[in-house]
Structure formats: C-alpha cells, structure tokens
C-alpha cells in the first residue's frame, strides 16, 4: 500500500498540529485524534470523509488506495486536529492494513444500507480491528451509508445493525454523504466515544449507543 498522501483542508495558520512545547496557549489545548475510516469498496468512505473535511461530495466515484486528511475542528468546547484515514475499500480482510492498526484513536465502520454484502463485510473488519488492536473498548462507529436510498433500495434494515452495534457497545448511525445526513453527528460521535474512552468526558447519552438514526 502506497504512503498516504496527506490533505490538508483546515483554513489558518494552526492547520498542522503543534509542535510539542508550543508557546501560543491555544496550540497547547488542540487534541490529536487520528479517525480509520473503513469498510467494503463504493460504500462511500471517501465521499463521508471528503463531506465532513472539505463539505463537498465528489461527483465522480475514484477508487481510493490509501488517503490521509486533516481538519482542525471545534467540538464541546475543546479543538481538535483531526487526522482521517481513508482507506482502500476491503473485499476481505485477510490482511489487517499496518496504517490501522498502529496509532489509531477510533474507528468508523462503514457499510451501505443498500448493500448486504457490505454489511457481512462489516463484521469481519470489525473482528479484524479487535484482533489487531486488541481489546474491547476500542472506540467504534458504525456507520450506514447512503440513507437517501432507504425507501427506494435498503437492504440491510436499521434494527439489525442497531443490533450488531449494541453487541459491539458501539455508537451506531445512519449517514447520507449525499445528501449531508447525519455526517457531523458521525465524526462527533466518534470524538465522544474516543473522549470517553479516555474519561475525559462521561457518556452524555448512553441512548445514542446502537441507535442514532437520520431519517
Ligand atoms: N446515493 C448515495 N450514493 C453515495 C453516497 N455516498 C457515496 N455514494 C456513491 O457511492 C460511490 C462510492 O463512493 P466512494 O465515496 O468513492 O466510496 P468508497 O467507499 O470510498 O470506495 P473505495 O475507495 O473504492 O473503497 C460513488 O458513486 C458515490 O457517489 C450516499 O450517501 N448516497
Ligand atoms: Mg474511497
């Protein structure tokens, strides 16, 4: 796999991360989280992740090997330099990609609600983080793509990945990058659950675990 090429979309001078021992006081409070987005091919990685980085969705579908971003972002009060990973669509997931497994905050499982393959797959990529990374309280999201077509072409139906989500004590959501559904919530739902699991802040709402939906 080709080295990341890096994307940076942040606005400003503070784009990049600080320099450890920086001497402006805000430099000092930005928080790192490095984010694996990852899933089956064409469910729609790249266009959640170019939609919350850059607030586009790219109209052309372009295969992805290996694509890493960066947004500085403000949430709760706090700011974060956000670092993504977009990662190559996984047929299977016979090899674990060495750039997910070291140095990750969180991860954001993605399937397409309109493929059943995608959420099969799913669930392996999940098993594969947990073995790679050890551990059962990784932060996770699992995330529904393309929730636009739920009433023309969903497949896989809420209840059962809402299910999975609950046994994986995973937040779970249903996200339109298409239609900028619920792509907010996602990423700040991963920041909530990355936060928690260092206890720097106490689950707010424990409702959201397995069951936040955009319809
Ligand atoms: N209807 C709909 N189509 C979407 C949505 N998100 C992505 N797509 C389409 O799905 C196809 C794949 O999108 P990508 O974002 O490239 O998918 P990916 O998972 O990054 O694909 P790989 O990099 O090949 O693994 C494209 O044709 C997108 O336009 C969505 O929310 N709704
Ligand atoms: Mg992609």
Redesign the pocket.
Known sequence: MSAAAIKDKSPGPSAQSPPSGGSQESAKKMLTRKIAVM?Y????????TLRFVQGEF?DV????IEDLHQKNYHYNGREYNLRIT?T??QQEFSIFPRSCSVDIDGYVL?YAIDDRKSFETIQMIYEKVIENVGGSKVPLLLVG??V??QHSSRVVPQAEAKNFAEKWHARFIEV????NLGVRNAFEGILDEIDQSRGIVKPKNQGNKGGCTIS
């Open positions: 899933g091919p064409c469910v729609g990685k790249s266009s959640l790219p579908y372009d295969t992805t977009d190559a669509g993605v793509n393309k636009d077509l339109s990058a298409k239609d």
